[in-house]
């Protein structure tokens, strides 16, 4: 019996690992650094390896994929030895305190967003949906494309950027170049919001493309 009891626990740490502290805290350094742009109070939990490893001597911490989210759950390379001849790879958890963007209040479809509509809240940047808005500006002059319960966390997918522009619609179209600028009437041949490019019609017939500035207002810099 007492030979099973020594055994049991024996079992329970095979193929167990514990992270190296020197490992440990590079990995800690190097995510915090590489999260600060992202928000506040950042925590980093390292796991450790499915197989035990040899010591990594002075580790160097990089991004196993330089375009990977730095949040959640990370990837991260370690280069061992003096040259960093050698590479292991572990999983790393980042934790973000962040502001979002929350509604203050239930709004409408087609409703045009203002300041007094929203409002922010604290959360962790990883439990958020993936297109949370984290600014409030951001979202004003933007219309809600779906009726938005009060306390929504707003997403991006929920706003349009409001049409300024119709299809068939008399427009002000203004040509600015190097010392001049020439304004004109033309019919617009596409819908359009702030930014967008649509091709518009003149009186004999030529047709143009200008981007819309503002309500029935577009630009060609010339």
Not at 81 to 103: C, I, K, N
Not at 162 to 191: E, M, Y
């Amino acid at each position: 019996m007492s030979f099973v009891l020594w055994l049991v626990p024996a079992i329970s740490t095979w193929g167990a690992t514990e992270i190296d502290a020197q490992v440990e805290d590079r990995i800690t350094a190097f995510l915090t650094d590489q999260a600060s742009d992202l928000g506040r109070d950042i925590e980093v939990t390292v796991h450790p390896a499915s197989a035990r490893l040899a010591t990594c001597i002075d580790p160097q911490p990089f991004l196993t994929n330089p375009g990977q989210r730095l949040y959640g759950r990370v990837s991260i390379g370690l280069r061992c030895g003096e040259q960093g001849q050698q590479t292991r790879y572990l999983q790393a958890t980042v934790s973000v305190l962040v502001d979002h963007v929350v509604t203050a209040r239930q709004i409408e479809a087609g409703t045009l967003i203002t300041a007094n509509d929203l409002t922010v809240e604290e959360a962790r940047l990883e439990s958020l949906p993936r297109h949370a808005l984290l600014s409030i500006d951001e979202a004003l002059g933007m219309t809600v494309a779906r009726p938005l319960r009060a306390g929504t966390s707003l997403q991006t997918q929920y706003l349009r950027r409001p049409q300024l522009v119709s299809r068939g619609d008399h427009v002000t179209v203004t040509a600015q170049g190097a010392g001049f600028s020439i304004s004109r009437k033309v019919k617009a041949l596409d819908n359009g919001a702030l930014g967008d490019e649509v091709r518009l019609s003149t009186n004999n017939g030529e047709q143009l493309m200008a981007t819309v500035t503002g309500p029935n207002q577009l630009k060609i810099t010339l």
